[in-house]
């Protein structure tokens, strides 16, 4: 054990500035739309600062922004992990599910999917969804406790945690469900809401 105002201070590394250019966005975005889904069912690139480290490789420290790609009639399998997420739409329309919530987005809205909520992404439109994902899944990562599952499964063992929660004898400690109940909203965000966004992608 060590006192903390014993512990000398220990300099802090500051990313240099990264810019994203709308063209390369836009151009990985055409990109994941041409390949087959990845082994998890989904289109997915994650923008990497070149000062990142493994593990935990992120925009900025601690937090990742990932483009993701939905084709016309696709649909994502469920997943839970226990890193909370903002997502932000840029292109089409899509329905977003998490827990009990069911929302339908388009561009510009914004929407938080908290953690080790089982969440999945469907597009019933005739253009691409494309949604900015960001989370703390890098922080989680270096501290090695990064919690990812995924497939259809996960919804039937939630289903039978909750039946057996409910089942539970009145003198006995009731088992709660492994994800909670609190509401995922979803916010059509006026530009002004979202200048610095907005702003950027309009302008590249």
Request: one cysteine or more; charged letters at 20%.
């Amino acid at each position: 054990m060590r006192r903390t105002d014993e512990t000398p201070a220990q300099g802090m590394t500051v990313w240099k500035p990264l810019h994203v250019p709308r063209a390369a966005i836009e151009a990985e975005i055409e990109r994941l739309a041409q390949e087959p889904p990845g082994r998890d069912g989904r289109r997915a690139s994650v923008i990497v600062h070149p000062e990142a480290t493994a593990p935990g490789l992120g925009l900025s420290p601690g937090v990742d922004v990932t483009i993701n790609v939905l084709k016309p009639g696709e649909a994502t399998p469920p997943m839970r992990r226990n890193a909370n997420q903002i997502e932000f739409c840029i292109r089409g329309r899509g329905i977003v599910t998490a827990g009990e919530q069911t929302a339908e987005v388009g561009r510009w809205d914004t929407w938080n999917i908290p953690s080790m909520r089982i969440y999945a992404h469907e597009n019933r439109s005739d253009d691409l969804f494309v949604r900015l994902s960001y989370s703390n899944a890098p922080l989680l990562e270096k501290l090695g406790i990064h919690f990812v599952e995924a497939g259809a499964q996960i919804r039937s063992q939630e289903r039978a945690a909750a039946g057996m929660a409910q089942a539970a004898p009145a003198n006995s400690p009731a088992r709660a469900p492994p994800t909670s109940r609190s509401p995922m909203p979803a916010h059509a965000c006026a530009d002004t809401n979202i200048w610095s966004i907005s702003r950027w992608w309009r302008t590249g």
